[in-house]
């Protein structure tokens, strides 16, 4: 299925399943507990180009710009409106370490799309590949740039035409890599990622670096897309938050091993107290319950009891709360449940996205 690195630029990434660029969740935390879980490569939360220029140190940059030895490859991800911009930011995240930078031409939220950024540029080529001109220029050759893409605005004619404007150019350009989220921005995230789209892509420019996302719910589906698309790398999104077990059965299935049976209740307390512990590391222990409390509805799927303790979770305030939801919930070591893919009600969702970074 893989029988060759996943490559971006001179990158060369063995393992060609990662942990995708997810507002709120790809932190430095969850992506060092993917690494440990066998993610090949990590891509950090969308931020916005005037942001990255205005962060030096303290919290903020400690969420959004942290990165370290065990969190490499590494890219980052810019949204932004003005080329100009996107390449001093570029530039500053390479200095900061990150591997290669990724362009968002993809984000369907309003507000974002209202501020001409993320999948808006899917509609004006023009502006997209100035934006890339601008920032491959900025970047050393040796620093890869790719493009995060969804199929186009809409489905018409027009709209797909212009999304092969902007391929086309960007591989002109030199972006070394590009993931495609095949739906278009309108669909947002219904109905289902069209994954033929990807085989298309494929066909049409068989020697391209590409790398698939969209509905990779569980290392089963990653490996369907692998071989039906031909893709080189998978991008996982919500199949893997709350899930870092996920790159490791994908790396079962890949090698011809049987898929490991889900974590157990002390599986999962020992995963949630590591992820706890990083969480504190990054952002101090009273913020990390916060931010474990987030994550720690989606590792509730994976509990005999979900419902009760998401229950529980809305109450949790203190790091004391924390040890006595552990102390409650974990403390008998039941067999656990493989994560269900999304119910309808969480599928609007990049919501944060516009939250944290639309300015
Ligand atoms: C909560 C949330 C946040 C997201 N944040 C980003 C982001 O910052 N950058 C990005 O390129 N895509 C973002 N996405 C899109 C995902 O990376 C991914 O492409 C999409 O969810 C499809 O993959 P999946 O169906 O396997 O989750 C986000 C999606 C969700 C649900």
């Not at 890339?132 to 018409?156: I, W």
């Not at 091993?257 to 969480?279: D, G, K, M, Y």
Request: with cysteine; aromatic share 10%; net charge positive.
């Amino acid at each position: 299925m893989f029988n060759t690195p996943l490559s971006i630029g001179k990158l060369r990434i063995a393992f060609p399943a990662g942990l995708g660029a997810l507002a709120g969740y790809s932190d430095w935390p969850f992506r060092v507990l993917c690494r440990r879980f066998g993610a090949g490569f990590a891509v950090a939360e969308v931020l916005l180009d005037r942001f990255v220029l205005s962060v030096t140190r303290g919290k903020k940059a400690s969420r959004f710009i942290r990165l370290d030895d065990e969190d490499h490859p590494c890219g980052a991800q810019l949204m932004g409106d003005d080329p100009q911009l996107f390449a001093k930011a570029a530039r500053n995240l390479m200095e900061r370490g990150f591997d290669w930078i990724d362009i968002n031409f993809a984000c369907p939220v309003k507000k974002v799309l209202g501020k001409c950024r993320g999948g808006w540029f899917l509609a004006h080529p023009r502006e997209a590949l100035q934006t890339v001109a601008s920032v491959r220029e900025a970047l050393p050759p040796q620093v890869p740039l790719t493009l995060k893409l969804r199929r186009g605005l809409n489905d018409s004619p027009a709209s797909q035409e212009r999304f092969f404007e902007v391929v086309e150019g960007a591989w002109d350009q030199g972006v070394a890599a590009i993931t495609v989220h095949p739906r278009t921005v309108m669909q947002r995230y219904r109905p289902s990622a069209d994954w033929e789209f990807l085989r298309r892509l494929r066909q049409r420019w068989p020697d391209r670096v590409m790398i698939g996302s969209g509905d990779l719910f569980t290392p089963e589906l990653a490996c369907r897309m692998a071989d039906m698309t031909g893709v080189d790398g998978l991008w996982i999104g919500r199949g893997a938050v709350g899930y870092p077990w996920f790159f490791r059965e994908l790396e079962a299935i890949l090698e011809g091993r049987p898929i490991p049976p889900p974590p157990t209740l002390f599986q999962q307390r020992a995963v949630l107290e590591e992820h706890f512990s990083l969480a504190a590391t990054a952002y101090g222990p009273e913020r990390a319950v916060s931010v474990m409390r987030n994550f720690s509805f989606q590792y509730a799927k994976l509990h005999p009891r979900g419902s009760e303790l998401r229950k529980t979770l809305v109450q949790l305030k203190s790091s004391e709360d924390w040890r006595d939801y552990l102390r409650v919930w974990y403390a008998v070591d039941l067999p656990g449940i493989r994560k269900p893919p999304p119910a309808d009600s969480e599928n609007a969702s990049d919501t944060a996205c516009a939250r944290d970074y639309s300015g």
